[in-house]
């Protein structure tokens, strides 16, 4: 028998508050979790390890990437995190690329600092203060700043790996191939720097617009 608080409405409303939070825990996971760390980390990480497993590769034996198992996988996903985290972190400590840096005004114009505590405290405001669409696109905002800034930093890493490892076949190549493959790859990282900087720029004032934060 159901008691007054076990009102078959009470049980549903039960249910459908559980399914709920289910949803978004697996839809944070997906969208803030996996999909950045695939992108913005894993992919940049791997392209890293790959090129420099290809610069060392005449001094190996056996074929890493031949047979994968389940051990070797997760130790290779393993390493490209930490090699995109340490590219973000080198990156971010030359202002190559700008993922957690804030905007000031300084001589009446805008300029990019590097203040970890204002930047933390404009996040938590927006996310305190703005609708679910809103913070769900300065997520996909974020996604799209840090991988691109970490794939200039990756692209540039591993080209300069390929063409010291393997410069005796690069200038085999007629001279327009290799012209026309340095400029593209050029103008991809300075692309990819560009985007970077601008999405970054956007972001934070999206944020500050919408949670009326004091730009300081």
Known sequence: ALTLCESPYNICRKDYNMDKMSNDIFSNLYNHFILRDLFAKITPGFILLFSFYCSISKYITNNVFTDITLFKAIIILALSWIIGISLQSFGEFTTIITINHYIAKIDNKEKRIKNIDNWISLKNHFLNNASAEKIKFVERMTLIKEASGIFAISLFVSSSLIIASYYNVIF?????????????????IISLLRMNYVVWKYEIKYMIKFSNYPLC
Do not use: G
Not at 176 to 188: A, D, G, Q, S
């Open 172 to 188: 085999c190549i007629d001279c327009i191939t290799k012209v026309l493959i340095f400029i593209i790859t050029i103008i991809i």
